[in-house]
């Protein structure tokens, strides 16, 4: 996966879950937070990342800064993807499916907030087994990434996209 340059793209980053996490120790309980952030430019291109701090103004900007280091292209056809796909990972399953025009985004949570980073409009989805936002934030990145469209599935396959329709 090639690597995509953030400094140069106009990025909307949405924080997805904040978590308070506490460490006992022998003086009493130390709070730190963690946050779950996404950026994408709305047209394709989509990261995120996690960021932790003891307080959560610096937990959400380094979770952003650590999502424009981790930045994909998705391949999309018009307003929606190109087929259906299921993304895993852990126990996170996300169910996605392609959608005529007019639709809009079927999604919940997690999800929702990465489908419209990444700009699809017309969307059909559904988590599988687990709930935990980090999970399937990252199972929906890997459905997203793995994601091929007709011209780069033609060109694997050394034909054109006429013959495989």
Do not use: W
Request: glycine share 12%; hydrophobic share 40%.
């Amino acid at each position: 996966m090639a690597k995509i340059d953030a400094s140069s793209m106009e990025l909307v980053s949405t924080v997805i879950a904040v978590n308070r996490v506490s460490k006992t120790v022998k003086g009493g309980r130390i709070m730190k937070f963690s946050a779950l952030v996404v950026v994408g430019d709305g047209n394709g291109t989509v990261g995120f990342g996690i960021g932790k701090s003891s307080e959560v103004s610096d937990a959400v900007r380094k979770g952003e800064a650590d999502a424009k280091k981790n930045l994909i292209k998705v391949s999309l056809k018009d307003t929606t993807i190109p087929h259906e796909i299921v993304g895993a990972y852990g126990a996170g399953r996300v169910l996605m499916r392609p959608a005529a025009a007019g639709t809009g985004v079927i999604a919940g949570g997690p999800v929702r907030s990465v489908i419209e980073a990444v700009g699809i409009k017309d969307i059909r989805t559904k988590c599988l087994r687990s709930n935990n936002p980090c999970n399937v934030v990252r199972a929906t990145f890997n459905g997203l990434a793995n994601l091929k469209s007709a011209e780069e599935v033609a060109a694997k396959r050394g034909k054109t996209v006429k013959e495989l329709f």
